[in-house]
């Protein structure tokens, strides 16, 4: 499942709507780095640079632009270990946008 609303509700409660929130982490499937900034939009939240999956509570897979747009489904029971990011404050340069509507 990608991130959930919820999630993203609670991560920017308190945030200032200008700044970004970033989470650098390790693509599930091709094993690069990735950096995907969460901004507010006017309808929701957007991603830009990968995608996040929060498949446990409090438990996110990150995975980079291109492998999103060569599979978007996080398919359980692979052999692949699991990668979890964590996210934190500040701002990236990146050119896909994946947007998270209310």
Do not use: W
């Not at 970033?22 to 991603?47: N, P, Y």
Request: hydrophobic residues 30%; contains cysteine.
């Amino acid at each position: 499942m990608l991130l959930r609303l919820d999630t993203l509700n609670k991560l920017f409660a308190g945030h200032s709507s200008t700044s970004p929130i970033r989470s650098r982490g390790i693509c599930r499937d091709c094993g690069g780095e990735v950096e995907i900034k969460i901004c507010r939009t006017a309808g929701g939240f957007g991603l830009q640079g990968g995608v996040l999956y929060e498949p446990e509570p409090k438990k996110f897979i990150a995975k980079c632009k291109e492998c999103y747009q060569k599979g978007p489904d996080l398919i359980s029971g692979t052999k692949m270990k699991e990668r979890y990011g964590s996210l934190t404050n500040g701002a990236s340069s990146t050119g896909f946008f994946c947007r998270i509507s209310q």
